[in-house]
């Protein structure tokens, strides 16, 4: 349970790798230590062995005479013959001499760790050779390892005792410095706890920007700022649409009690009944507009794409149109001289195009001019919708692809401003862009960019170069 928390286990972390270390440190200090010490230990016996045996080789020494001179406080020296009969030896040697072998031996220096009959370690230095007489002799050496174990305890005590000392002096830094990294982390998320729909402006603190928890605050401050434009623009959507449904629905109500406070007669019904219906259409187009636009929005809404005759669904679109253009009337011209072919939905770019040439006709006073044209640039297919209409001011401009903006009420026509966002998610989808230039009181430009699909397709047989509509 307890190491559950990031705290606990950054602390059992840091502890483990510590200890390990300590470990690893202290057994390696104790090995360097014994090896040195037993190292001096055997160098020094067989310095003195070496020394003892060139003397007895040039007849320089007698170890019935000199035994004292060669026996020190803690050099052992002892000399048998091949069937273990002591020549000499150490004074210190009387009563327990060093232990012998004499079934084991070979020429140069052999050394082993043996006990003394009383039971102290000895290190012990054994050769074989010959005095000056030619016998074969073995001259042994030893020392007492009392001092080399007593310095190897004491290096195990300190090392025993300052390696606990040690682990809790670091399991005291690991706790403070366990809860200085992870005391960011519980203000985030104190703060986040604070953090709700409609407190969505908040924001969490960023301690240090350019460590990794002043990065996961950061990350975590963009998220909301998106959460917060989410919630906005979905507050300010439903306010608009509910404005939007309300005014059709007040209108349609209004008509239908004025109906029916008195008898009236039947052109009087059916004005009203005009009126009704004029508003009925009017809310099922907002309806259709809003769900549709929900559709291109939802993130897991796929469009059914298919290669589809760009150009023929224009044309098809113009010739649509074309009654209103003429009843208005308008210069309608269309131009659509190269085939092509797009990925997409039909009906979904249906849509787009009737909402773009709707405003063009909408906006466009009698007299003037709507012109359609299409065309071909390297791998993308280029719709341009020019008129003469009445322009956008430039204040407008940078807003007319937000849901229910309209730039005046004497622009609106009647319309909920969804249009151009519509057209805006539809090329979205389709992986095209948008791009609108308007010149107040002289028209607006209307482009549409989508990617082509190869291979080419064989021109359009019913559509003409150009044709237009006086």
Same mark, same amino acid.
């Not at 286990?9 to 790798?17: F, Q, S």
């Not at 327990?96 to 102290?120: E, F, N, Y």
């Not at 005759?309 to 649509?320: A, G, H, P, S």
């Not at 012109?371 to 956008?392: K, M, S, W, Y």
């Given at each position: 349970?307890?190491?559950?928390?990031?705290?606990?286990?950054?602390?059992?972390?840091?502890?483990?790798?510590?200890?390990?270390?300590?470990?690893?440190?202290?057994?390696?200090?104790?090995?360097?230590?014994?090896?040195?010490?037993?190292?001096?230990?055997?160098?020094?016996?067989?310095?003195?062995?070496?020394?003892?045996?060139?003397?007895?080789?040039?007849?320089?020494?007698?170890?019935?005479?000199?035994?004292? =001179?060669?026996?020190?406080?803690?050099?052992?020296?002892?000399?048998?013959?091949?069937?273990?009969?002591?020549?000499?030896?150490?004074?210190?040697?009387?009563?327990?001499?060093?232990?012998?072998?004499?079934?084991?031996?070979?020429?140069?220096?052999?050394?082993?760790?043996?006990?003394?009959?009383?039971?102290?370690?000895?290190?012990?230095?054994?050769?074989?050779?010959?005095?000056?007489?030619?016998?074969?002799?073995?001259?042994?050496?030893?020392?007492? *390892?009392?001092?080399?174990?007593?310095?190897?305890?004491?290096?195990?005590?300190?090392?025993?005792?300052?390696?606990?000392?040690?682990?809790?002096?670091?399991?005291?830094?690991?706790?403070?410095?366990?809860?200085?990294?992870?005391?960011?982390?519980?203000?985030?998320?104190?703060?986040?706890?604070?953090?709700?729909?409609?407190?969505?402006?908040?924001?969490?603190?960023?301690?240090?920007?350019?460590?990794?928890?002043?990065?996961?605050?950061?990350?975590?401050?963009?998220?909301?700022?998106?959460?917060?434009?989410?919630?906005?623009?979905?507050?300010?959507?439903?306010?608009?649409?509910?404005?939007?449904?309300?005014?059709?629905?007040?209108?349609?109500?209004?008509?239908?009690?004025?109906?029916?406070?008195?008898?009236?007669?039947?052109?009087?019904?059916?004005?009203?009944?005009?009126?009704?219906? =004029?508003?009925?259409?009017?809310?099922?187009?907002?309806?259709?507009? *809003?769900?549709?636009?929900?559709?291109? &929005?939802?993130?897991?809404?796929?469009?059914?794409?298919?290669?589809?005759?760009?150009?023929?669904?224009?044309?098809?679109?113009?010739? &649509?149109?074309?009654?209103?253009?003429?009843?208005?009337?308008?210069?309608?011209?269309?131009?659509?001289?190269?085939?092509? *072919?797009?990925?997409?939905?039909? &009906?979904?770019?249906?849509?787009?195009?009737?909402?773009?040439?709707?405003?063009?006709?909408?906006?466009?006073?009698?007299?003037?001019?709507?012109?359609?044209?299409?065309?071909?640039?390297?791998?993308?297919?280029?719709?341009?919708?020019?008129?003469?209409?009445?322009?956008?001011?430039?204040?407008?401009?940078?807003?007319?692809?937000?849901?229910?903006?309209?730039?005046?009420?004497?622009?609106?026509?009647?319309?909920?401003?969804?249009?151009?966002?519509?057209?805006?998610?539809?090329?979205?989808?389709?992986?095209?862009?948008?791009?609108?230039?308007?010149?107040?009181?002289?028209?607006?430009?209307?482009?549409?960019?989508?990617?082509?699909?190869?291979?080419?397709?064989?021109?359009?047989?019913?559509?003409?170069?150009?044709?237009?509509?006086?």
């Amino acid at each position: 349970m307890m190491l559950r928390s990031i705290r606990a286990r950054l602390m059992a972390w840091h502890l483990a790798v510590i200890a390990v270390l300590l470990g690893v440190f202290s057994v390696a200090l104790y090995s360097s230590v014994a090896h040195s010490l037993y190292l001096e230990v055997d160098v020094r016996l067989l310095s003195k062995a070496e020394e003892l045996i060139n003397y007895a080789h040039t007849g320089q020494i007698d170890f019935e005479r000199d035994q004292i =001179a060669f026996s020190t406080e803690d050099l052992l020296i002892q000399v048998s013959r091949l069937d273990g009969t002591v020549l000499h030896k150490s004074p210190a040697l009387r009563a327990s001499p060093l232990p012998l072998d004499t079934r084991k031996h070979s020429q140069g220096p052999q050394l082993q760790t043996v006990s003394a009959q009383d039971g102290t370690p000895l290190r012990l230095v054994t050769n074989l050779d010959t005095t000056e007489e030619g016998d074969p002799v073995f001259v042994q050496v030893a020392t007492p *390892l009392t001092r080399v174990q007593s310095a190897l305890e004491r290096l195990r005590f300190w090392l025993l005792t300052l390696v606990p000392v040690l682990l809790a002096l670091a399991s005291l830094g690991s706790y403070f410095l366990a809860d200085r990294m992870v005391r960011p982390l519980r203000i985030m998320a104190q703060t986040a706890r604070t953090i709700s729909a409609g407190n969505l402006s908040q924001r969490l603190p960023v301690p240090t920007p350019s460590d990794e928890v002043g990065q996961l605050a950061t990350t975590f401050n963009e998220m909301f700022e998106r959460l917060h434009q989410a919630f906005e623009h979905q507050r300010r959507f439903v306010s608009n649409a509910s404005h939007e449904l309300r005014t059709p629905l007040t209108v349609l109500r209004g008509q239908v009690e004025v109906a029916l406070r008195k008898a009236r007669s039947p052109e009087e019904y059916r004005q009203a009944l005009q009126a009704a219906l =004029a508003q009925a259409e009017r809310l099922s187009r907002l309806t259709e507009q *809003l769900l549709l636009l929900a559709r291109t &929005e939802s993130g897991g809404w796929i469009p059914r794409l298919k290669p589809i005759r760009f150009d023929q669904l224009c044309w098809e679109v113009f010739q &649509e149109l074309r009654p209103l253009a003429e009843h208005k009337p308008l210069v309608w011209e269309a131009t659509c001289p190269m085939p092509a *072919l797009v990925l997409g939905d039909p &009906e979904l770019l249906r849509q787009a195009l009737l909402n773009v040439l709707d405003n063009a006709i909408k906006y466009t006073p009698p007299g003037g001019q709507v012109h359609l044209a299409l065309n071909r640039e390297q791998d993308r297919a280029r719709l341009i919708v020019a008129d003469t209409g009445l322009g956008i001011a430039p204040e407008d401009l940078p807003h007319i692809f937000e849901r229910f903006y309209r730039v005046d009420k004497a622009r609106s026509s009647g319309g909920a401003g969804l249009g151009l966002a519509l057209v805006r998610e539809i090329v979205t989808q389709h992986h095209g862009d948008i791009r609108v230039e308007s010149t107040l009181h002289q028209g607006t430009i209307v482009t549409i960019s989508l990617p082509l699909v190869d291979p080419l397709p064989q021109p359009f047989k019913g559509n003409s170069p150009s044709v237009h509509a006086p």
